[in-house]
């Protein structure tokens, strides 16, 4: 059987200047494959803009392993347009990802698959003893209890690189910007069943972490994208309406306020910034009332019966109908 006819699992990894682990890391994914013997597999390799050898590495044991594939992107894209790109490649019925820096530990991928054979549809890791320095481990804890209030998705570990998932999954996901630290609140919104597993970190050995100020920042921008696309991304006149008439009403009660200190204190108004306040105020909730209808107009123009039927997780038998027999017949007889 050739490698392309039994591949059920797709493990993805995206790197940035990881020459030193990428071998070492080809071994123990290996290594726990052969406690799955029934389970073919193929590892994808993304190199992410390396500026170092990563890509003549990739290249190397690409060649001197058929189930090792290795992509390389025009130059540095981030994490998420790395994992989009293997996502496309992949031909596993499941993908594993995991990151190049062996932080993360292949042993546990088994244990992770094990849980999507019990019915999860993705499964996030959890590194409950984490090897990363103080400084690395409190603003993750901060960010991770924000996206639970956000999302809703109560899970330790949002940001853990090593995941397994049904491959459908990551295809319905959105992966841009720094969207693949929400890939579960993601696929919890769109309604898949989420799990989290507490796995095995490993502290770095080689190379330098990625992760500075400024993705925490972006993180964050891209938490209020979530949070918008996820609960208000099919009803988008509910955000910017509630918004729009909130700002409205707070605008009427303030020239509420004005018109009665005109008319019973005879009291100038034309001069006081509190007006201005007022009349910005109402103007501004209805250009946010009519953004929100218009954005439904546009999501209503583009929805199609497609999109509805991805919803769906499963189905019962349908009996085919009479009409169907008649259609049968009569295109067996042409």
């Known amino acids: 059987m050739s490698i392309e006819q039994d591949i059920d699992v797709s493990v993805l990894i995206p ?70 790109a293997a996502v496309d490649e992949a031909r596993g019925e499941r993908i594993v990802t995991m990151d190049a820096d062996l932080q993360d530990d292949p042993a546990e991928v088994p244990r992770l698959l094990a849980e999507l054979d019990d019915g999860a549809d993705l499964v996030s890791g959890h590194k409950a003893d984490r090897k990363d320095p103080l400084g690395k481990r409190i603003p993750s804890k901060f960010f991770n209890m924000m996206t639970n209030v956000m999302t ?24 841009y910007g720094e969207l693949h630290r929400y890939i579960p609140a993601l696929a919890h919104q769109t309604g898949y069943q989420v799990r989290e597993l507490a796995v095995n970190h490993r502290a770095r050995e080689h190379g330098k972490s990625k992760y500075g100020f400024e993705r925490y920042v972006r993180g964050a921008i891209d938490l209020l994208t979530v949070m918008t696309i996820t609960k208000y991304g099919r009803r988008p006149a509910h955000l910017f309406g509630g918004i729009g ?67 769906i997780r499963e189905r019962t038998p349908v009996e085919p109908t009479a009409r169907d027999a008649a259609v049968t017949v009569e295109k067996v007889g042409a």
């Not at 940035?16 to 193929?42: R, S």
């Not at 910034?273 to 007022?278: E, F, K, N, Q, T």
């Not at 103007?283 to 439904?296: M, W």
């Open 245 to 311: 008439l909130l700002s409205a009403f707070i605008g009427f009660l303030v020239l509420a306020y004005l018109t009665v200190v005109k008319i019973f204190g005879g009291e100038a108004i034309g001069d006081r910034p509190l007006l201005m306040l007022g009349i910005l105020l109402v103007i501004l909730g209805v250009q946010l009332i009519s953004i929100g209808l218009i954005a439904e107009i546009v999501l209503h123009r583009t929805a199609n019966r497609r999109e509805a039927t991805d919803l």
């Open 152 to 175: 809703g998705l109560k899970i330790n570990d949002h940001n853990c690189g090593l995941k397994a998932a049904r491959t459908e999954v990551y295809r319905r996901v959105p992966l």
């Open 15 to 84: 790197a940035k200047d990881e020459e030193e682990t990428l071998a070492t890391l080809v071994g123990e994914i290996e290594a726990a494959f052969a406690t799955l013997p029934d389970t073919g597999y193929e590892v994808i390799f993304v190199d992410d803009g390396s500026t170092d050898t990563t890509w003549q590495v990739m290249t190397r044991l690409a060649a001197e392993n058929p189930r090792v594939r290795a992509l390389r992107l025009r130059r540095n894209f981030g994490k998420a347009a790395a994992l989009a």
